[in-house]
């Protein structure tokens, strides 16, 4: 071979084989302790039945006095909110100037597979909801629901419209047909494979076991995305493994991705038929504990947000909300990022900052 030329490929393995190896050390020196999920510092008010409501607490002054309460979603744990500290959308929400109060959910035991939506919203929710009333001394409190989160805070507001002042949603489905029409980026796969499931499919499944195991969720949202899937272990870690922070940013999704509570059997046959095959709340026919949810009865003010982005509830899913609420004081405002992406992003504040500027004015 003359002198200078290099065989082919050989510079871009000996990048790669670089690179594995820098990744490789920099896994191989982190300690399990060091993957810490939620450590902004909270307070325990109260708990009943395994769930439980904390106060989060950073010592800034309040620029909103009423206190807000936020509810995640049950299929995923709470702690993504507080990932790591500049990456905490509790802690910037406190830190801009609210009492923040966040619901756990725990992990449901299989005593908790009757736990239906009347469970969630009528015993929990409103334990919780009074408790914070107590401890303020006030009527009202302000709500902010996420996901799965927000569809428990649009139906705990129908029903006890009388305890929430202003109301905060964020990537909430309502109209869970809304996704049927030919833009791809509107086709919720999640919508699309549970319309589909044969009849009785959901029946033989939460008969069968009860509550619906976490890990069957984990493997539907890795199957909206697969190929971004398949590549995460080796492709997505290795560029993680070239920077620590980086990489403890991936390890800490990775571990709350893999601490994904079961989903208590009743709630969950509510969820996926009731509401994903009938669309019922979105319809105005869904009940919980023999009372219709109406919409119509959410008159207070409204800050609803969505991402155009956002591959589990497809946009026009959570813009349906307009159509059917009562408020006339509505906000729809759109964010960048995707499902989850919005509240693990560097840009908490500003995020934050928009949420308590809306609700310093109400």
Not at 50 to 75: C, F, K, N, Q
Request: with cysteine; glycine share 10%; proline share 5%.
């Amino acid at each position: 071979m003359a002198q200078g030329m290099t065989i082919p490929g050989l510079k871009e393995l000996a990048e790669f084989s670089k690179r594995a190896a820098q990744a490789a050390g920099q896994l191989g020196a982190v300690r399990a302790e060091d993957v810490d999920l939620a450590t902004t510092p909270r307070e325990k008010i109260t708990e009943i039945n395994g769930r439980t409501l904390y106060r989060i607490d950073v010592g800034s002054p309040s620029r909103v006095e009423t206190p807000i309460l936020v509810l995640y979603a049950m299929v995923g744990n709470w702690q993504i909110l507080d990932l790591q500290p500049d990456r905490s959308f509790l802690k910037s929400l406190a830190e801009a100037g609210s009492t923040v109060y966040v619901v756990d959910w725990g992990h449901p035991t299989p005593a908790d597979r009757y736990d239906d939506f009347s469970d969630l919203v009528d015993i929990y929710i409103d334990h919780f909801v009074e408790a914070i009333r107590a401890r303020h001394a006030i009527d009202k409190i302000n709500l902010l629901g996420i996901c799965q989160g927000g569809v428990l805070s649009l139906c705990y507001t129908a029903l006890h419209a009388d305890k929430i002042r202003n109301l905060v949603t964020c990537v909430t489905p309502v109209d869970f047909h809304a996704d049927r029409c030919e833009a791809k980026l509107e086709r919720g796969f999640m919508n699309v494979w549970t319309r589909n499931l044969e009849a009785g499919d959901i029946d033989l499944l939460i008969d069968t076991i009860g509550n619906v195991p976490g890990g069957v969720g984990g493997v539907l949202f890795s199957m909206m995305t697969p190929f971004r899937s398949l590549a995460k272990y080796n492709l997505t870690l290795m560029k993680a493994g070239q920077d620590r922070d980086k990489l403890m940013n991936f390890l800490r999704m990775e571990k709350w991705l893999a601490d994904r509570p079961d989903h208590p059997g009743a709630a969950a046959r509510q969820w996926l038929q009731d509401l994903y095959q009938d669309n019922k709340l979105f319809k105005g026919t869904f009940e919980i504990g023999g009372r219709p949810v109406d919409l119509g009865a959410i008159t207070m003010p409204v800050l609803n947000f969505y991402t155009e982005t956002d591959h589990i509830i497809p946009a026009p899913a959570s813009k349906a909300m307009g159509q059917v609420i009562g408020a006339g004081d509505y906000t729809e405002v759109p964010i960048t990022g995707g499902h989850i992406g919005v509240f693990v992003s560097r840009g908490q504040a500003k995020f934050s900052d928009r949420i308590l500027g809306w609700l310093e004015t109400r």
